[in-house]
């Protein structure tokens, strides 16, 4: 079945970075779309960034501009979310996505497939 798993979350003090994969299995990320999200105590889950496997073409949340670059390594079928510049607002549990359905790729109900997460702690 198909499988995926995050890691890379952690505790780092604002101004920090953190480096989070998503590795895919029982299915290729090659020729979809891939996405994080992330969702805070009490609050909506919301859309980070997203990537064309196929091409690498990057789409971000607003939140995410600048400060976070979403990148690929199809061959290791990973996902990777650089994120520099953390804030305290930042801290939430990251999930990623594979296949999207089309169309808004910020709205969390048109992803075919979740990872359990990975949690990240931003400090002040």
């Known amino acids: 079945q198909v499988q995926l798993v995050e890691s890379g979350g952690g505790s780092v003090q604002a101004g920090g970075s953190l480096r989070l994969s998503c590795v895919a299995s029982g299915y290729t990320y090659t020729g979809n779309w891939v996405g994080w999200f992330r969702r805070a105590p009490g609050k909506e889950r919301e859309g980070v960034a997203a990537i064309w496997t196929l091409n690498g073409g990057a789409l971000y949340g607003d939140s995410a501009k600048g400060r976070f670059t979403i990148s690929q390594d199809n061959a290791k079928s990973t996902v990777y979310l650089q994120m520099n510049s953390l804030k305290p607002e930042d801290s939430a549990m990251y999930y990623c996505?594979?296949?999207?359905?089309?169309?808004?790729?910020?709205?969390?109900?048109?992803?075919?497939?979740w990872g359990q997460g990975t949690q990240v702690t931003v400090s002040s």
């Open positions: 996505a594979l296949d999207n359905f089309g169309g808004r790729w910020y709205d969390q109900n048109r992803w075919r497939y």
